[in-house]
Every structure is written in C-alpha cells, then in structure tokens.
C-alpha cells in the first residue's frame, strides 16, 4: 500500500530560522498563490546555546520580509554595540547612528518566526520527521520527500510523501540532507572549537545593552550579551580537544580573566547549571543548480554556509540571503512560469550566489578571522590580538570600520581587507615602539616592569614581524579563497 501523498508548490525541510523566513517572505511576495508546505521534526520550543544575537543588518532584513514583530513581546533586548575587554581594559565599539541589533532566547525567537509562518498565505506547518528524499526514477531530479508523522497514535509513526515542485532544506548545521544535494564535491564542514555556554543571573555588563568580548590570555574568547532583563548569556571558546572537565577549567582558567563583577555570578552559574556546548563549524558555500548538484532541491541557512558565532553574523546572513532568494524566486513565478522549471530556477541560484557576494563573505570571513586573532593560540597571533585591542583604542575609523562591517551595515570585502591588514602592520609597530614586559623584572609592589624595546632588540622583533604579517596572510587568505574558489 503506499503511504499518503500531498502536493505543493514548495517543500521547506526545518522550520527554524531560515525555513520559516523563507516560507513567509516566499508567500508573501509571489503574486500567484503558492502552497507552501514547511516541514519539522518537533515544534516544541527549542533550547539552544547559541542562534542568540541578531546583528542590525539581520533586524533590517527582517523588517524587508515583514517579520519585524517577531522580535516583539518575547524579552528580547536592545544591542547598541560592543565592548571589548583586555587584561582590565575596556574598549566601546558602538553601532553605527541609528541602527541596534536585538539579543533573545533562541527559543522563543523561533516560536515567534514559526507564528509568523502559520498565517503566511498558502503555508502549512507541519511537525514530521523528513527521512529522505524522493527522486524521479527516470531523471534524479528531487520531486518531494519522504517524512514520518509520529504525531500518529502508532508508535512508529505513519510514512507520508509530500510532493513540490521545489524542495528546500534548511535543516541546519547537522543537515542530513548536504551530501546528497552537494554530491560527491561537496566541502566537509570544520570543526575548530567548542562554545561552552552558561547563563549568569542579574550579572553587569561593562556596558549595559551590549555585547561584551573578553579576550582571556591563552585562553580562547569569551562572548557576553543579555538575553533577558535579568540573564546573560556567557559562551567560552574552547578549542579542540576538549578538557576532560569543562567545569574546572573554566574556573581554573576562563573566571580569573573576567572582569571582576562577572566572576561572581560565572561561579554561581558553574555550581548551579548543566554546562552545555556546541561545536563550532565553517562550511564555505559552494554554487547550487550546476551539473554536480542535485535538480529540484536547494540548500540555506546553516546546511549550506556555516561561520563561527563568535561575531553573531549567522542569522543575519541567513535572512539577507532569505529576502534575496525568496525574491528572485517569487520572480520566475510573477511572471507566469513554475518552479518545476530547474533551468530558471538554476539561473536563480547562480545569480543569488554572485548577488549575495557583498554581505555574507564579509560577516563569513570576519567571524573566523577575528576568532583566531583573539583566541591566539601562538606568538605572532598574540602580537595580532594585542594590536587588533591597540587599533579599536584609536576610535575614529579604526572602530566605525570594523564594526560597520561586523554589523552587516557596511558589508565591503575590500574594506575587511584594508582593515584587516592595518592591523597587521599596526602590529608589528606595536612591537617596536610600546612598552612591553621586561623579563624577570618587577617594581616594588611585585608587578611587572615595562620597557621599549631596545635596538639590541631590533633583530629578534624583525623576524617576529615577519612571522606576524605571515601569520595574518594563513588566516586571512585562504578564507578569502574559500569565498572567491566556487
């Protein structure tokens, strides 16, 4: 007997935060009625450690989209900017004038982007588990996908067929459905390090409504930012391996390096919480709708292009890409054709790659970039961190730059790399003209003493400023050709 089938326009496979932009903005822009079928494993709310802060670009595009009200009446909090802490000192890194970003719980941030895509024109939400593609036996092409509904009294749940002209999966960064869509070519997603999350009670930012970098010696960074009027959400970078006992070595390594009203609630947090973490992945985005790739089927959001979090840049690039797809798409269908047409629907995709090449290889290779200066894990990568610190403390440009492009505002590759390597050189000055410890030596209250470094020192900082400039051309570089090689 074959299971029940249902047919639609499209097919979404996850209702997270792309899948239910994406059915929303779809529908709402086509002028032709679509049925759109959005399909996921659990619509209970979810509990995630990170999904957290919306940069401003991400709240423009929401607005784009007309889903600025899912950010209303679920407690989310205003983000005016950045403060970046070093060894004691602070540095502001404000938005620029009239634009804020909003931090929340993740939760309830989807179950209000899930609300919104319930009354979309033509959208059904589902809650099945998609287990596989269907494919036309003659030519390949994805026609549909096969799903479990275990809302059955059955316990093993009732096989069901949804049928779309278009298939869409958003299933995020575990997608299982990358390699079959990507084929054989596909990149492997890079596993690099761990947040560890935690959430401190009633704790006080250095600067209120904004999130908080500490950059903790040795140690990787440690992300702050209110997710609530009363909690705050603490995510330590942790490379891999992992310790064999998070617990004690965030006490013993990461609270010493926090501002001290912050140590306080962290080791409340720590006695009290199950610590929680999540793997943080880069996957460079790779062309759709080419020979090598799957017909009828298209990857977004974290499936397809994953960053690291650290910079909060994940879901503002996964709704800019949403309103630009959403709308290139819901132009095949205005002017009178279908989305079964893949050779349209292929010119699509590979002018929503090259269109969205402003903003997201921007906030892409920020993330990772800044990840590896501030989580210095040798040498010349401290010399970065300590010059990427000393380069913000000289406002002006040296700031609105750099979080123009953080915040998705000003999003121009050139301008990252610019940045990027004055720091670089900024660096390598740093080293020659700012005091800096003298070993072995000590004042009179047992702290370090402080020198310039002497020309007898000149020999020994030459070749460390080329290992430092060569240090921030293997970060910066091959990121660049991850985003320019598809």
């Known amino acids: 007997m074959s299971p029940p089938s249902f047919n639609y326009d499209v097919v979404i496979v996850g209702a997270g935060i792309a899948g239910c932009s994406f059915a929303h903005s779809l529908a709402t822009r086509s002028q032709k009625p679509l049925k759109i079928c959005l399909l996921e494993r659990s619509l209970a709310e979810p509990d995630r450690i990170v999904g957290e802060l919306l940069q401003p670009r991400g709240v423009e595009a929401l607005k784009d989209m007309g889903m600025e009200e899912c950010l209303e009446g679920i407690d989310a909090v205003p983000a005016h900017g950045y403060c970046v802490v070093n060894e004691g000192k602070n540095v502001h890194i404000p938005y620029p004038v009239g634009y804020q970003g909003r931090s929340f719980h993740h939760g309830k941030f989807i179950m209000a982007l899930r609300k919104k895509a319930k009354v979309a024109p033509g959208v059904d939400v589902l809650e099945r588990t998609v287990t596989k593609l269907i494919e036309c036996p003659y030519t390949g092409k994805a026609i549909g996908v096969r799903a479990v509904?275990?809302?059955?009294?059955?316990?093993?749940?009732?096989?069901?067929?949804?049928?779309?002209?278009?298939?869409?999966?958003?299933?995020?960064?575990?997608?299982?459905?990358?390699?079959?869509?990507?084929?054989?070519?596909?990149?492997?997603?890079?596993?690099?390090?761990?947040?560890?999350?935690?959430?401190?009670?009633?704790?006080?930012?250095?600067?209120?409504?904004?999130?908080?970098?500490v950059l903790v010696k040795g140690n990787g960074p440690v992300l702050l930012y209110r997710i609530s009027k009363t909690e705050t959400r603490m995510l330590t970078a942790v490379r891999v391996p992992l310790p064999p006992d998070l617990k004690e070595y965030i006490t013993r390594e990461i609270v010493p390096g926090l501002p001290s009203q912050l140590q306080h609630p962290a080791l409340q947090a720590l006695d009290t919480q199950r610590i929680r973490r999540m793997p943080n992945t880069f996957l460079p985005p790779a062309k759709q709708g080419t020979k090598h790739t799957k017909e009828g089927v298209v990857l977004i959001g974290d499936s397809w292009n994953i960053r690291h979090p650290l910079t909060g840049g994940g879901m503002t690039v996964a709704f800019a890409d949403v309103v630009l797809l959403s709308g290139l798409l819901a132009e095949i269908v205005n002017r009178g054709d279908d989305?079964?047409?893949?050779?349209?629907?292929?010119?699509?995709?590979?002018?929503?790659?090259?269109?969205?090449?402003?903003?997201?290889?921007?906030?892409?290779?920020?993330?990772?970039?800044?990840?590896?200066?501030?989580?210095?894990?040798?040498?010349s990568l401290d010399a970065l961190k300590i010059g990427c610190f000393k380069y913000f403390e000289c406002g002006g440009d040296c700031v609105a730059g750099p979080v123009g492009l953080l915040s998705g505002v000003s999003p121009?590759?050139?301008?990252?790399?610019?940045?990027?390597?004055?720091?670089?050189?900024?660096s390598i000055w740093i080293l020659f003209t700012h005091p800096r410890p003298v070993p072995g030596r000590v004042d009179g209250n047992g702290k370090p003493l402080y020198a310039v470094p002497g020309i007898d020192e000149y020999p020994t900082l030459f070749i460390m400023s080329i290992q430092t400039i060569w240090t921030a051309s293997l970060v910066f570089l091959p990121l660049m050709w991850t985003e320019c090689s598809w």
């Open 149 to 213: 509904n275990k809302t059955d009294s059955s316990e093993e749940g009732i096989e069901e067929e949804f049928y779309g002209d278009l298939t869409v999966v958003a299933d995020g960064c575990f997608s299982n459905f990358r390699a079959k869509v990507m084929g054989e070519g596909a990149a492997k997603a890079e596993l690099g390090s761990h947040f560890v999350g935690l959430i401190l009670e009633n704790a006080k930012l250095p600067f209120d409504e904004h999130g908080t970098v």
């Open 339 to 379: 989305l079964s047409n893949w050779e349209a629907v292929s010119d699509v995709l590979h002018q929503w790659f090259w269109e969205r090449k402003g903003l997201a290889p921007t906030i892409n290779v920020l993330s990772v970039a800044l990840y590896e200066l501030f989580g210095a894990s040798n040498e």
């Open 412 to 426: 121009r590759f050139f301008t990252l790399f610019r940045h990027f390597f004055t720091v670089a050189f900024y």
